[in-house]
């Protein structure tokens, strides 16, 4: 089958480093977000609380290891289907939880919020072609390719 891909996209997109930068570039956030946590443990707690979530400590507990555990996985290489599903169902419940925008009133607040949901919306579907390639790559690399 022919491809529409210029060859130096090919090359460029072929190349191991690109597969690397492109999985950092997804979980940087969630990674920065984990350390930065994980060293202000009272700031992680309260912004449980901000959000409502009960007992607050238990859930920064949560978050500080999906967001450190997930990233790990899908760096590796390994079990990349795991860390991209913790990872997507932790996203979808954040979205839920931090950007209700349907619940507030017409406003700056509400659209950064409905911005803010679906920019998380399409990180999970990062996290489901993260998981995809991974699992081709792996597939293809079994056949002898």
């Not at 969630?30 to 912004?47: F, H, I, N, Q």
């Not at 803010?116 to 079994?142: K, N, Q, T, Y």
């Amino acid at each position: 089958m022919r491809s529409d891909t210029p060859h130096f996209v090919s090359v460029i997109l072929s190349h191991p480093a690109v597969w690397f930068l492109a999985r950092l570039a997804l979980v940087g956030a969630y990674l920065l977000g984990g350390l930065t946590k994980l060293t202000d443990w009272p700031g992680a707690v309260a912004e449980q609380a901000h959000f409502g979530v009960t007992p607050p400590a238990l859930w920064a507990a949560i978050t500080i290891a999906l967001e450190l555990i997930g990233p790990a996985l899908i760096l590796s290489g390994r079990l990349v289907w795991l860390g991209a599903g913790m990872l997507g169902v932790f996203t979808l419940l954040a979205a839920f939880v931090a950007n209700n925008f349907w619940a507030m009133p017409a406003g700056q607040d509400r659209f950064m919020a409905m911005n803010a949901f679906f920019e998380h919306i399409g990180l999970i579907g990062g996290f489901v072609l993260v998981a995809m390639i991974a699992d081709r790559r792996a597939r293809e690399a079994r056949a002898g390719r």
